[in-house]
């Protein structure tokens, strides 16, 4: 029982600090001119690359965070790579939601990286997949989203760009 409970406290632990990672990383993205080229180009497209994609780039991005704690211990290893890895697939999956039908994102009242993309927000919005953290630093800025532009054909979750 022991070992379920810090296999599963470590899988949350590591989801919720990947989502503060993504949000950070974003963050930094609008401040660093080396670093923020390839993302200056996503702002330019204003389109996702495709799920799969984007959860390679995470995963690829973050991959030695994702071993470390098997140093710790396997079952923390294993907890916080599941946890991460969900939040990977969590973000990119948001991420292109976002991109093309930000009105699916039913957790949160308003579609941060829509909205960060649509009214060109370089300093507000930077969460990807959840919005908790630009209200906790302060950067969240709520709009009136809801256009006709941002209303999409009725399509399913999974009728998205997934390559």
């Given at each position: 029982?022991?070992?379920?409970?810090?296999?599963?406290?470590?899988?949350?632990?590591?989801?919720?600090?990947?989502?503060?990672?993504?949000?950070?990383?974003?963050?930094?993205?609008?401040?660093?001119?080396?670093?923020?080229?390839?993302?200056?180009?996503?702002?330019?497209r204003n389109e996702g690359q495709g799920v799969l994609w984007e959860?390679?780039?995470?995963?690829?991005?973050?991959?030695?965070?994702?071993?470390?704690?098997?140093?710790?211990?396997?079952?923390?290893?294993?907890?916080?790579?599941?946890?991460?890895?969900?939040?990977?697939?969590?973000?990119?999956?948001?991420?292109?939601?976002?991109?093309?039908?930000?009105?699916?994102?039913?957790?949160?009242?308003?579609?941060?990286?829509?909205?960060?993309?649509?009214?060109?927000?370089?300093?507000?919005?930077?969460?990807?997949?959840?919005?908790?953290?630009?209200?906790?630093?302060?950067?969240?800025?709520?709009?009136?989203?809801?256009?006709?532009?941002?209303?999409?054909?009725?399509?399913?979750?999974?009728?998205?760009?997934?390559?």
């Amino acid at each position: 029982m022991q070992t379920l409970i810090v296999g599963a406290g470590s899988f949350w632990v590591a989801f919720i600090f990947a989502s503060l990672v993504e949000y950070w990383v974003h963050r930094w993205m609008h401040k660093s001119p080396g670093f923020g080229k390839r993302h200056r180009d996503h702002h330019r497209r204003n389109e996702g690359q495709g799920v799969l994609w984007e959860f390679r780039d995470y995963v690829k991005g973050t991959l030695v965070m994702m071993l470390l704690p098997f140093l710790i211990s396997p079952v923390i290893g294993v907890g916080w790579m599941s946890g991460a890895t969900a939040f990977a697939a969590f973000s990119s999956y948001a991420h292109q939601l976002q991109h093309e039908n930000p009105t699916k994102c039913f957790w949160m009242p308003m579609p941060v990286h829509y909205v960060h993309h649509k009214y060109n927000m370089w300093y507000h919005n930077f969460g990807l997949a959840v919005d908790w953290w630009d209200r906790v630093f302060g950067t969240y800025k709520p709009v009136e989203w809801l256009t006709d532009e941002s209303t999409q054909p009725d399509r399913s979750y999974w009728q998205l760009r997934w390559w």
